[in-house]
């Protein structure tokens, strides 16, 4: 479990200082994986540097398993570091190694025999699906297979907990959509604990189980991602839920919003609106919609508007909710 008790970070700047982190208190349950949201500035990367003690925190504590990193020694912490692995929007891999030595490099710096180690590297390389990239050097891979391989050497240590800072923010979606199942599959199989920041609602939307929302250096609201992605409360929560424009767009007081998001519901031959129309005689505008395909997967958020009573509504939402994958709620 990672506890973060009234956490603050104060950056002393030219111009005076600057609060980057503001109280923020968070409770990370072991098996979650956690998104941690926000807008450029929020002080996401601050955040998760401070987990990891990578920043000193100004005031305040991060507990791990009960363990203050804030109270531990240079020794102690690199010891309890190995527990707490890390991967980048930018992989930060070793341009001058290859593939197998990268994922060795943690290994020879905990000590570890070279065979050992080139055994791990190996089995790691198994687990992210690049197992004939060993003698590659990172120059040659493309961006995703570069980050599988900062993956597999977060790795190498039998980390407790995965803390990813924007890894995916410079893929393109359908990467980005191969990396998050990666990310998932390791989680499963090795009982990690994972932390993702992210700007992208999308990406907490896909894997994450809880999700906190940072604005301006502090917490705005926090809670399951079903929860808080259907009924934002927050001004910051809602900017990142809602299409652009949608809370400042004009629409007939009759009419009622619904809030589809595919959370990869298996595309169909004839779009769901269209059937919904067929099968129900419902009839409903898209008044915005934010979504992709990934395969044959369906990926977003899409507001509609019904221009009729509540019980054709609730129809609607009930004819929606029966297609796996999908979540659907009436909004203000």
Known sequence: MIQLDHLNKTFTTKDGDVDALKDICLTVNDGDIYGIIGMSGAGKSTLVRCINMLESPTSGAVLVDGVDMTKLSPAELREKRRNITMIFQSFNLLMQRTCLKNICFPLELAGRPKAEAEKKAKELLELVGLPDKANVYPAQLSGGQQQRIAIARALATNP??????????????????????????????????????????????????????????????????????????????????????????????????????????????????????????????????????????????????????KETVDRAIAYIRKTKDIEVEEVE
């Open 160 to 309: 407790q907990v995965l803390l990813c800072d924007e890894a995916t923010s410079a893929l393109d979606p359908k990467t980005t959509h191969a990396i998050l199942e990666l990310i998932r599959d390791i989680h499963d199989k090795m009982g990690l604990t994972v932390i993702i920041i992210t700007h992208q609602m999308n990406v907490v939307e896909e894997i994450c189980n809880r999700v906190a929302i940072l604005d301006h250096g502090s917490v705005v609201e926090e809670g399951n991602v079903t929860d808080v992605f259907s009924q934002p409360k927050s001004d910051a929560a809602k900017r990142l839920v809602y299409p652009d424009g949608f809370q400042d767009a004009e629409f007939p007081k009759t009419m009622h919003k619904i809030r589809v998001v595919y959370n990869g519901a298996y595309a169909t031959s004839k779009p769901l609106i269209a059937q919904m129309a067929e099968e129900e005689g419902i009839l409903a505008s898209i008044l915005f919609a934010s979504t992709r395909s990934i395969g044959k997967k369906a990926y977003g958020t899409m507001i509609l508007g019904i221009d009729d009573d």
